[in-house]
Every structure is written in structure tokens, then in C-alpha cells.
């Protein structure tokens, strides 16, 4: 039996990493419905102070199972330390709208369904607490509900991922940051680790061959050794494994011919944080404010959770506002391009668009995603034309759709953690959006 | 011998409320320069990760004792899971500059010394983080360092206590606050404590009576309990107190007769929040943000730090940009108006100026505050014409001297806690000051 304290330590960063929850279930074993989990219409941490049933608190095992996970999902902040990805002190860009009210009766068969969805039903279906569309540059559809609303974060989830890659893409692109070299090379630390001799692009593109379980049932699982030694609470006296990210990192073996397998593995992005941090001085937290928030005109500071030695989650620690993650679609679809500004090179999207281990991705059971392929932390696949994604636990993604001229942002917070149980109500609802749009 | 983790839960909180640190000492017991102890000098978290002499993380005395709380007073959310004062997402007001360059110049006695001293020399006497002055509403003086910059915050220690202090005012002044209403008859959870039966306004300006230690060499303090309970990390499974601000308020006997002696005691402010929030529904952060921070034109969304219930430490958890700082001087200065706009009645002020606990404030023992009183959580006296202040521990303050039309506003991590061993160097350079602007 393990402590409060206990569990606590054991659980934290794992759930941001991995989307590990509870499911609150009917009689029947159907979650409740995003109506009914509503976190206002469940009153999650409403009074002064909230009573103990009201109550969401750590340990993270309790504060992110379903349907608390509907209230933390804006409130990762206050249930953790974090880091500011500052926006600046300036002035943001304005957003032109264009609301189309014909979208919310659009309809779509949902995949290995034969009853239709209107897109308006599809939200709640997928647990929607945000999600934004933009076409030609105008956002046509926008609704903020459950736990969000314009002033408030989401947890973007693995979404993060994509945003570190971006920042890794760049500095490639710019050659600051050699794809080919051995991440051993950059980081001498992990000289004798897994990581030593994979180069930067196959952690890049997950194709790292490393000794590293993510078995949820084994107590002796390396993902439960990462989870603690990422876990920024005070450690137990009896703690003598790694500290933090980077020290994990260090303990993970090889396993395998790198290059040969694509595994989505979150360990990758921290190692490619700390690459970036390495190469340019500046944490992937101070980095993404810099070229990114600083610059693209963001209505506010995004932040990231960090472990105890303030080193951010770069695999999965962002939460920012639903406007801002906008913002970040349309910079993707204008390859670099925002408010008349260039804040990276066109070839960063080139790069990303090309893919590169479309054979190898094949093989890996993605079969929701046709023609799939992965790139610098960014999912690309046809739907039916061929669009690229950052995607998270539980429903996030930005969806970039360059055929249709088309972004669209959602955060969620669906009971299941896995996107291929969300997808069948997600991608044909997308591709049916950019027709209509196409068309209009 | 209590355990890392012991003692991470025991101190948090205590030291954001009463500023208990160490010390770093030369030989002959003094401690080290500004300038020595400056944080990128120091290389505090530099590199990634930071080596361990360079790590500064949990426990609390730990990371703030100086000179790590160089660092630490800007670093707050890092540490410690917090909640926005959001500044919404308009576009943040201009300040306007008219910099002096004859201010660093400028001569003053510091108090108890024959030796004068400059204005730009009391900066490092003072361990100045940021300091700005404005004048006739605009920005004469402006230092930024340590710490600190223009895209960072900086905690405000007890200031805090003057934003919640604000707030109620306010609300005393719209009639939606009535501060002769005994406490319990507010809050009926305080019915049976030491509150229940003080007035709102026996809180407001601490002369409540209550039985409170804060004897930090004794380990059955009640300051003890406090930080203990209000500590927002898990608890041990064998803790059976108070769990957060509101509860342990509940535990706090009356000792003697309300209304008879001023002693300053962080609880009262953490129950005039509670008040707020059941007041107006909203917490002190929300207020905050709905009242004052998206009104202002703030620059910089604010922070407060939380307890595990996710209530935001009224008496101490606000930390912000020194701009941000800057416009609530202004706007006490200005009575309620900033930018054209009115935020609250000009009578807000107007009380807090009135002071009312003079005589009771005579005999607590701040001499060197002349002719000093305090009301609604505002220190006032005289230097040598009445001015009015927030202040908290480490050198924090919002300095406003009306005869001047002059605000000053001042990020300082001092060595000593205490404000009357900083005021020597301070509130004599003040004076100068405002001799100087008056006469120009």
C-alpha cells in the first residue's frame, strides 16, 4: 500500500506525458457525457474554500482521472510549478473573424459508423473544451466551453512535442544544429546511453532503438522510473535514482538498430530539449518565447511544467490559450509567416511537409492515419489530401490543412486518453469542414 | 533530525509570509555585496541542467535563504504551484518617460549614519532588484536588475496584504462590504475562532486579539501550524491538522480584547480574503485580475501562490512586473483613476489616507514610522509629509507621497527580512527624493 505522499511522487509527470486516467462510469461503463462532466455543472473547486467532494488536489493520480480531469486541464498551474513562455509586454496581434454559422450543420459519418454527426454534435462527442477554425486567415468558427474560456490555458499535452521539434526544425534549418550528428556528440552526457550514437534526426523522428518500457502494469516499467525521477516534488530521503529529465535520460539503454523502428516515445523530446538547450544556451521554454510567443503576436504568456531542477517538459509541459495555439496553426500553414512577419524560414514547413519515414511508419499500427508519416515531432497523413498535425492525449491537436487553406485548434478532454478513439469522430468532421470550406 | 521531505512541507509557506531566511556570511559575519551576491553572478540554475552548487529547488528553507533568494523572488512559480491575476488580452497601456539622470546623484543621510550617501548608491545598500519613480505620471527613474527584468516578476512579499486590503476598501466603500459586521456573521466556519466576534475593520487594520504565535524558535509556534497547514504539497498520510489558509483560520482562539493593540499578523489578511471571496463570490486572484489587473493596462499577467485547496495566499503569494507595480502607485496616487479611466471610488483612498488606528499604532513599537498608523493593510506616516506604503519583507515597497505627486516603486532582495533595518537606507533617499522633484 502506498502512502499519499507516496503516490503522489510515483504519478505526477506521467499523467501529463502519457494521458494515464480514470474513467468515471455510468452504470453501464459508459463515461459520462461532456454535458454531464461538465467541470461548472460538476463544481469542481467552486466555494470558498471547495468542500472535500468538490475538491481537486494532488496527487495527480486523483487530479487527472476522468471527469476531474475536465477542470485540470485549464488549471495545471495551480497544481504544479511551472515556467513562463512570456508573450512579451507588447501590444497582440488582432484576430479577423469571419464566423460562418453554417459549420455547426455540417455532417460527417463518423469512420466504422453508418449513422451521420452534425459537427456541432461532434464537439461534445469529443469532449471539445476548445476549438478554433481558420480559413484563409480568418478564424470562420470558434467555441471556448468547459473549463476554458479566452482569458484561460489548456494543457496542450504532446501538442508540446510538436513545438519543440518546430524549435529543433529551425535551428536546423538555419544550421545552427546538425541533424546527422550523434546526439553523443552534442550532449556528453548521454555519450553512453541509448541516445549516444542516434543521431539528432532519429530522435528527431522517434526512430531510436532504446531499452525503455512503457508496460503500465509493471511496477518495475521504465516509464514509472521516469515518472519519478521527472516528479518536481520533494523526493523521498530513500530516492537514489536520477533527478529529473535530464538525469533520467542518462539511464536509458540501447535496444535495438536505430533507424529502424518508429516508436513514439516521449523520452525523445526531452532529449531533444536538451539538445536545443545545449546548442543555443537557452531552455526550450526561453526559446519558444523568443521566437515564437514574443513574436507572432500571442494575447498571452503561455507556461510549462517543470521538474525540480526547473528543467522544463519538453515532451509534454505546455499550456497555452486557444487563440495563441491558433496563431501557431496559422504560422504553420504560412510557413513562418505571421502578421506580415517572418519568424522562421518557409524550408522549417518544407522540411516538416516532406516527412521521411513514411516505409518505416507503415509498420507501426497507425492505420487511422493513411499515408502517415512522422516528422521532427510532427504527424503527417492524408485526409484525403495531405495535411500535418501536432496531436495530444485526450484530444488536442492543431491540424494544418493546406489544401483547404485551413487550421484548426481543439483542446480537449475526452475520458479516453488514446486519439485513435477520438479520431473517428475528428478527421472525417475535419475533412468534411475543409470540402465545405473548398467549395464555399 | 526531520526528513527533506519533513521539512519542504513544514516551511513553505512561512517563508513567503514572514521572510525567515539565512544568511550568506564573509568571515567577519557580514553578508555579501549586491553586487556579489547578484544571481547571474552567483550562476544560480545556469546550465542545463544546473550543476548541483548551482541548483536552487524545494525545500523552502533552502531556496530562500540568501543569497539563493536573490534568485528565488523571481522565480516563484518555479517552485510552487500558483494562480494567475490575469491582465486579459487587450493591448497594455503606455507609460510615459521623462528620465531624470540628476536622481543618481542626489544626496541623503541615511538614517543613524553622519555619512552621506547617494541615490544610486542606496540601490546596492538596498539589494535592489527593480526600482522605478514616477512623477506627475511619468516614469523619472528606472533601474531593472538582479533578478529581474522587463519580461520577469518579481515577488511582493506583503505587499500582497495591500492589494487585498484594496480590494476590501473597495467594496467597503460600494456598501457591498460592511466592516462593522462581526466576522462570524460572514463567515459562520469563523463563528467559534478568535474572529468570530472581531469587526471586519479590526481585521482590516490588525488590531484583532487573538492567540497567535509567532515564536520561530519554539516548534509548538502556531506559525508553525500555519505554514504546515497552508503548505500546498501533499501532506505526510500522518498529518491530521488544518489542511490550508481557511481551515487553520478556524483554529485560531481569541486572546485579550479586539480593537486594543495593533500587531501585524499575516492570518488577518488571509481572512479578509476569505471575507472577499464570500463576499463577492470571487477569490482574491479573480477580484484582482476582474477589478484592477485588466483595468489597468497591465503589461504582465500577476501570480499568487496557492494551498493545496487552491485558495491564493491573500497575506503573501502576489508577485508581478515592476511596471505592473508602477500603475497601482499611480493609481493609488491618482485616487482610483488610471488612464482616463476610474477603477474605484476616489473615497477608497481617501479612507485609507484617514488612517484610524493612530493612537493604537503609537504604541506597537514602529519607531521609525513618524506619526505612523495603518488602515485597510496601508502603513502611513510621515517622511517628513504624510505619505502612504505598501511594504513587505526583503525591501519590497509602493512608496506614494502625495505633497510630491511622486510614486515609488521598489523589488528588493535584502539580506534581512526586516524593513526597519532596510529604512535607513531608504526612506531618507525618499525624502531627498521627493525635496528634489518638488523643487524642480
Not at 480568418?138 to 490555458?153: A, D, H, M, S, T
Not at 503527417?380 to 491540424?399: C, D, E, K, S
Amino acid at each position: 500500500m502506498l502512502t499519499l505522499l507516496q503516490r503522489s511522487f510515483i504519478l505526477l509527470p506521467l499523467t501529463l506525458a502519457i494521458g494515464l486516467s480514470g474513467m468515471s462510469a455510468h452504470a453501464d461503463d459508459t463515461p459520462s457525457t461532456a454535458k454531464e462532466s461538465d467541470p461548472q455543472v460538476m463544481g469542481w473547486m467552486q466555494g470558498f474554500p471547495p468542500s472535500d467532494d468538490k475538491l481537486i488536489s494532488q496527487p495527480s493520480s486523483d487530479f487527472f482521472s476522468f471527469p476531474k480531469l475536465r477542470w485540470s486541464v485549464c488549471h495545471m498551474r495551480e497544481l504544479l510549478p511551472t515556467t513562463e513562455v512570456s508573450r512579451g509586454i507588447g501590444a497582440p496581434s488582432s484576430l479577423d473573424y469571419a464566423l460562418d454559422k453554417n459549420i455547426d450543420a455540417l455532417t460527417f459519418i463518423p469512420t466504422g459508423s453508418k449513422k451521420s454527426m452534425t459537427w456541432q454534435q461532434s464537439l461534445d462527442a469529443n469532449y471539445t473544451d476548445g476549438i478554433m477554425v481558420m480559413h484563409h486567415g480568418k478564424v470562420v468558427y470558434e467555441r471556448q466551453n468547459g473549463c476554458l474560456n479566452e482569458l484561460g490555458n489548456h494543457a496542450a499535452m504532446s501538442m508540446t512535442k510538436s513545438l519543440t521539434g518546430l524549435l529543433a526544425e529551425t535551428l536546423v534549418t538555419e544550421g545552427k544544429l546538425d541533424d546527422s550528428a550523434l546526439v553523443g556528440s552534442i550532449i556528453p552526457e548521454l555519450k553512453d546511453s541509448g541516445f549516444g550514437d542516434a543521431t539528432v534526426r532519429q530522435v528527431m523522428d522517434m526512430t531510436t532503438a532504446l531499452d525503455y518500457s512503457e508496460e503500465y502494469d509493471d511496477p518495475d516499467s521504465d516509464i514509472w522510473k521516469y515518472a519519478k525521477a521527472s516528479n518536481p516534488l520533494p523526493k523521498p530521503d530513500d530516492y537514489d535514482g536520477p533527478e529529473g529529465y535530464f538525469e533520467y535520460l542518462q539511464t536509458v539503454k540501447k535496444k535495438g538498430t536505430h533507424g529502424a523502428e518508429f516508436n513514439y516515445r516521449t523520452i525523445n523530446s526531452d532529449a531533444i530539449g536538451w539538445v536545443i538547450a545545449r546548442t543555443t544556451g537557452k531552455s526550450v521554454d526561453e526559446l519558444l518565447s523568443e521566437r515564437i510567443w514574443q513574436k507572432m503576436g500571442a494575447e498571452q504568456s503561455a507556461y510549462m511544467t517543470v521538474d525540480s531542477k526547473g528543467t522544463p517538459f519538453a515532451g509534454g509541459g505546455v499550456s497555452a490559450g486557444l487563440h495563441d495555439m491558433a496563431r501557431i496553426g496559422d504560422l504553420m500553414l504560412n510557413k513562418g509567416q505571421i502578421n506580415g512577419k517572418r519568424l522562421f524560414p518557409s524550408a522549417v514547413v518544407d522540411h516538416i511537409q516532406a516527412g521521411g519515414i513514411k516505409d518505416i511508419f507503415a509498420k507501426s499500427g497507425y492505420d487511422e492515419l493513411k499515408n502517415g508519416d512522422y516528422k521532427s515531432f510532427w504527424w503527417l497523413f492524408n485526409n484525403p489530401t495531405p495535411v500535418y498535425a501536432a496531436r495530444g492525449v485526450h484530444g488536442q491537436t492543431i491540424y494544418v490543412d493546406p489544401a483547404a487553406d485551413m487550421v484548426i485548434v481543439r483542446f480537449a478532454s475526452h475520458p479516453e486518453s488514446s486519439n485513435p478513439k477520438i479520431d473517428p469522430t475528428s478527421l472525417p468532421a475535419y475533412s468534411a469542414l475543409a470540402n465545405y470550406l473548398i467549395r464555399k
